[in-house]
Structures are given as C-alpha cells and as structure tokens.
C-alpha cells in the first residue's frame, strides 16, 4: 500500500507559520473576504459533518498532497506540491475558518510559502515565511471525504496561478483497507439514531465490524476490552457500498418478541472515521411498514486491531509538533493497522523545501524507511512524472507513550545530510486547550457487559466554558445544541489537573463520573465511567465526537 501513499502525503503544518499565523491578529482581510462570501450564500448553522482531518488528494495532480487540520472552526492547510521549472518540492501553508453552509461548508485562505528552517538532523533554524498575500485557496466541502477546490492569484517566483481555474476534485486519502467498496467500515463503529421525532432522544449502539466473504457484517459489541459480541446475540449490522456507487446503506437485523425488524441506514458518504450526516427508517413485521426517516450517523470507536492489542497507543490523524526543528511539519494518518507518515523539513545546504513519507505497520514504528519525492505537479501543471528513491530520507523511529504524546528520532542518511542520531520529542498540534476542544456534540460510551447490556453511551451537548468548566447537556437530537427536557441530563467537564479531563453528568437516574487521560479533536484517550453510587466497578469508557460546535450552532470558544 506504500504505492499509495509515497508521493502524495504532505508534511505537516510548518510549525512556526501555524502556531503564529492563527493567532496573529493579522487575519482582518481574510476574514473580510470570507463575510463577503458568507453575506452570498445562504449560512446557516446547518448539521454538517466536518471534514475529516488528514491527507487529501487533488484529481489530475500527480504527487499532490493536502493536509488538513479542522479544529472546531479553526483550519490549518498545508499543501505538498512542486516548482513548475524545477520539480522540486514545495510547502505551502493556509489558515482561516471554517464557514457552514447548508450542507455543505467553505474555506478560503492565502496561500504562504516557507523556507530556510531545520533539516530533521540539524540544530534549531527559525525558517524564512513569506507572510505576504499570495494565491489563495478555496475548499468548498460537500462530505466528510468529497470537497470541490480552486487556487487563484500568483505566489512569488516558485508558483504563477492564473486568475482562477475550474474547481478540480479533492478527496480523503483512504489507504490500508481492502478493495472492498465498504472496506473502510472494518473496526468499531457507533452508530447513532435521532428519535427525537418520537418523543425520545438520541440512542448510540456500537458494533465490530469486519469483512465475511463478500459483506462487511458487525456484531452488537459486549465489551470495549475484548471486542466480543453479546453471548446469545441475535442482531447484526451489515454494511455495503449503495447501488451505483452511490454512497453506503447499513442494515441492522434485529429478533425479538415482537417479530423481525430491520433499521436501514443510507450514507452518501463514509470515511476513514465517520459517515456523512445520513438517515434511516425501521421496515419489519413490528410497525407495518416502516417509519418515516430519522436523522442517523456512523462514527469510528477503535481501529480493527484494538481488541487484538488493546494496550498498542494509536492517535488521531493529524499534525503534530516536532521540539526544536524550526518550521518542520510532521504528520501521522492511522488508518487499519497502517501507519502513514510524512515529514515537511529543508536541505541543510541550500534551505530550500523537501518531504519524506512513508507507510508502515503499526508494529514497524520503530523502523520506518523515508522516501523522497519530486517531480511531481505544480498547481497549474498537467500531471507530472513522480519519482520516488526509497529511503532516501535515511529511517525515523516513532514511540508512541500516549494518544498525543511521543518521540521520534531520525537517523543519517537524511539526504547525506546533518548528523544522525537525534531524537526529538513530538506532540499532536492543538489550537485550543483540552475544555475547548469539548465543545460540540459527543457521544459518552461505556462498557456494561457486567450487566449483560450492549456497549452503548449518552450523547452530550457541550455549548460553553465559564470559569474553567464545560457546561453542557444531554442532547435532544444529531441536528443542533438543544437540550432533552424531557429526561434532562446535566454535563460538566473540569480538568484533571494535567492534559485529561473529568466529566460529571448528574440526572435523577444517573450520577456518574467519566475520566479521561487525554482530550483530542475527535476523540478521547480510553477512560474509565464510575457511577457514584457503584465507585467500586468503574467501566472501560471513551468519549467521541459526533459534530463540532460550529456544526451544531456553538461558537467556538
């Protein structure tokens, strides 16, 4: 699968331009435009599922890689590409926000080009960022995995945009799946169903999927720890690419007292992590004849080797910062028990950009052959020829010691450069602290094989931090911030003390706590819930995002 990586990742996000540009204070103009494009459209704070976060591919551009980075309504862009008379390597980078529109979502950016920063073997080099406007880019994003992209403008003497070109297609880069259509569903999955049209509220119910013969088919999971299905288990989830290549339908199989019953799920599109926002209706014996569609979505619990080796650390896919290598972008995208990598550095001698990727298994982390490539298309290119040296980029070591947390080291040859070896500590890139990043709707899932129940979770509206805490709600439905009054919950979330969190909910039915060591964009690391009148039998438990807060209505903080 490294044929399908090598020469399409892009780095990371330049650490330096990033970590300045978004909170710079210098981003008037940009926002302006994006006003203006707003004051056009028609904007709503419609439930549109975010872009996934990682690698992206542009159609007809060969060796073309996007990186991107959505926290919240927050966007970091980085973009892998290659000089129009030269083929080699250049990094350009973008920031900006994330603007809704009714299904669908758009970005707009300038475009800034770096240089002069440290190769991955060499002591710190502050790199040379040209902050003046150049061209800009624009995303217009109609699925979790699907958006519509456009460059405008010039940018100095490396790229020449014309004015505007047709929109090309950008897509997700999935990688590490089979050539099954509905591969990607392979892991664990909760899938989440709107009821509130009936009077109730938002039920989750997570499944093991994996592929049998020609079908994806999943089990009601029993346990987060081990991954087996309820003993005596009579439903299944089975899912598959729609008819016509358009989008993914699931179908849970249900046996009870009241007959058969089958829930049917449409998706127009699925992801390495989660669907898009789709429906479902319920067709069996037990209601004659089905009922109207209701608000559903899939998003990912564990990757499919998790139950195999629960303890194996595996992050979200994202950028991460490298300490003490000025304006290196580094970026991990974790997909299947595969490990794709891309390092975003500079030639020691010269300054100028290189990039290194590679794909590995999750075993390998500790052996990890760097690729170079080059030749590749410029932004306003027919295709180019790519060509890729294996290992040309010497070897990284990757240690993981938590979901956001870990080091990695790079040894000579980097390109016959710096001296080797050196070992850097690495940490996932956040925009925002850990209360922050709750904001929006999640879904708080626990294991309770203990009581012979399926894993399931509550679904939370986080809507504001006040003084240090969260505040938030049990969520009446998957659409926007309301509450359920009808069974209120009440939600709030503190830190630990370090980078986790401790999340109270509090009902007339239900007191518990949920602990987390960490808190990422997507996801929370594996924690634990305790009920507080039953603290001696605390229940394997992980918090994940089903909408962002600008998505559900809620300004980021």
């Known amino acids: 699968?490294?044929?399908?990586?090598?020469?399409?990742?892009?780095?990371?996000?330049?650490?330096?331009?990033?970590?300045?540009?978004?909170?710079?204070?210098?981003?008037?103009?940009?926002?302006?435009?994006?006003?203006?494009?707003?004051?056009?459209?028609?904007?709503?704070?419609?439930?549109?599922v975010g872009p996934e976060n990682g690698v992206w591919t542009i159609d007809g551009l060969s060796g073309v890689g996007v990186m991107l980075e959505v926290q919240n309504d927050q966007v970091a862009i980085g973009i892998q590409t290659y000089d129009a008379k030269t083929g080699d390597p250049l990094f350009l980078t973008s920031y900006g926000t994330l603007v809704h529109l009714s299904g669908a979502a758009h970005f707009e950016g300038d475009l800034f080009y770096s240089q002069d920063g440290s190769c991955l073997t060499c002591d710190f080099t502050?790199?040379?960022?040209?902050?003046?406007?150049?061209?800009?880019?624009?995303?217009?994003?109609?699925?979790?995995?699907?958006?519509?992209?456009?460059?405008?403008?010039?940018?100095?003497?490396?790229?020449?945009?014309?004015?505007?070109?047709?929109?090309?297609?950008?897509?997700?880069?999935?990688?590490?799946?089979?050539?099954?259509?509905?591969?990607?569903?392979?892991?664990?999955?909760?899938?989440?169903?709107?009821?509130?049209?009936?009077?109730?509220?938002?039920?989750?119910?997570?499944?093991?999927?994996?592929?049998?013969?020609?079908?994806?088919?999943?089990?009601?999971?029993?346990?987060?720890?081990?991954?087996?299905?309820?003993?005596?288990?009579?439903?299944?989830?089975?899912?598959?690419?729609?008819?016509?290549?358009d989008g993914f339908v699931g179908l849970h199989f249900k046996f009870g007292g009241f007959g058969f019953t089958m829930d049917k799920y449409q998706f127009a599109a699925a992801g390495a992590r989660t669907t898009s926002l789709g429906e479902y209706e319920t067709i069996g014996f037990s209601n004659k004849g089905g009922d109207s569609s209701l608000p559903a979505m899939m998003v990912r619990v564990a990757a499919p080797g998790h139950f195999d080796n629960p303890t194996q650390v595996v992050s979200e896919p994202g950028a991460w910062a490298v300490a003490g290598l000025g304006g290196v972008g580094f970026?991990?995208?974790?997909?299947?028990?595969?490990?794709?990598?891309?390092?975003?550095?500079?030639?020691?001698?010269?300054?100028?950009?290189?990039?290194?990727?590679?794909?590995?298994?999750?075993?390998?982390?500790?052996?990890i052959p760097l690729d170079l490539a080059n030749g590749g298309s410029c932004l306003n290119c027919e295709p180019g020829t790519?060509?890729?040296?294996?290992?040309?980029?010497?070897?990284?070591?990757?240690?993981?010691?938590?979901?956001?947390?870990?080091?990695?080291?790079?040894?000579?040859?980097?390109?016959?450069?710096?001296?080797?070896?050196?070992?850097?500590?690495?940490?996932?890139?956040?925009?925002?602290?850990?209360?922050?990043?709750l904001?929006?709707?999640?879904?708080?899932?626990?294991?309770?094989?203990?009581?012979?129940?399926?894993v399931g979770g509550l679904v939370v509206n986080f809507t504001e931090v006040i003084d240090g805490v969260v505040m938030g709600c049990r969520s009446k439905n998957l659409l926007d911030a309301e509450c359920d009054m009808a069974y209120p919950v009440s939600a709030t979330a503190q830190s630990d003390g370090e980078s986790g969190v401790i999340i109270s909910v509090d009902s007339s039915f239900l007191t518990r706590d949920y602990s987390y060591?960490?808190?990422?964009?997507?996801?929370?690391?594996?924690?634990?819930?305790?009920?507080?009148?039953?603290?001696?039998?605390?229940?394997?438990?992980?918090?994940?995002?089903?909408?962002?807060?600008?998505?559900?209505?809620?300004?980021?903080?």
């Open 1 to 48: 699968m490294k044929q399908f990586w090598t020469g399409t990742l892009l780095g990371g996000v330049a650490l330096a331009l990033v970590g300045t540009a978004i909170n710079a204070g210098n981003r008037d103009e940009h926002q302006h435009r994006i006003q203006t494009f707003a004051s056009k459209g028609d904007v709503v704070n419609a439930p549109f």
């Open 126 to 245: 502050e790199p040379n960022v040209d902050m003046l406007p150049g061209g800009t880019i624009n995303i217009t994003f109609l699925s979790p995995v699907n958006a519509l992209v456009s460059f405008f403008g010039s940018l100095g003497e490396h790229v020449v945009l014309p004015k505007g070109i047709a929109p090309s297609s950008m897509n997700r880069l999935l990688f590490g799946y089979s050539q099954h259509p509905a591969a990607r569903f392979a892991g664990a999955w909760l899938v989440a169903s709107d009821l509130s049209a009936g009077g109730a509220f938002v039920i989750t119910q997570v499944f093991n999927i994996a592929q049998q013969g020609d079908s994806m088919v999943g089990c009601p999971l029993f346990s987060l720890a081990t991954g087996e299905c309820a003993p005596g288990n009579l439903e299944s989830f089975v899912v598959d690419e729609a008819e016509e290549g």
């Open 439 to 454: 904001l929006g709707k999640w879904a708080l899932i626990s294991d309770r094989s203990e009581g012979g129940l399926f």
């Open 331 to 367: 970026e991990l995208d974790m997909q299947n028990g595969v490990a794709g990598l891309g390092a975003f550095t500079y030639e020691e001698d010269t300054g100028d950009p290189i990039s290194y990727t590679a794909a590995v298994a999750f075993d390998d982390l500790g052996n």
């Open 386 to 437: 790519v060509t890729v040296i294996p290992g040309a980029g010497g070897t990284a070591s990757l240690a993981l010691t938590s979901m956001d947390q870990g080091s990695v080291s790079f040894a000579a040859p980097i390109a016959g450069k710096g001296d080797a070896p050196v070992t850097h500590e690495l940490e996932r890139l956040y925009f925002n602290g850990p209360l922050d990043r």
């Open 517 to 557: 060591g960490a808190v990422g964009v997507d996801q929370t690391s594996f924690g634990m819930a305790v009920d507080i009148d039953d603290p001696e039998n605390p229940r394997l438990s992980r918090g994940i995002r089903l909408l962002s807060a600008s998505a559900m209505g809620v300004a980021s903080q």
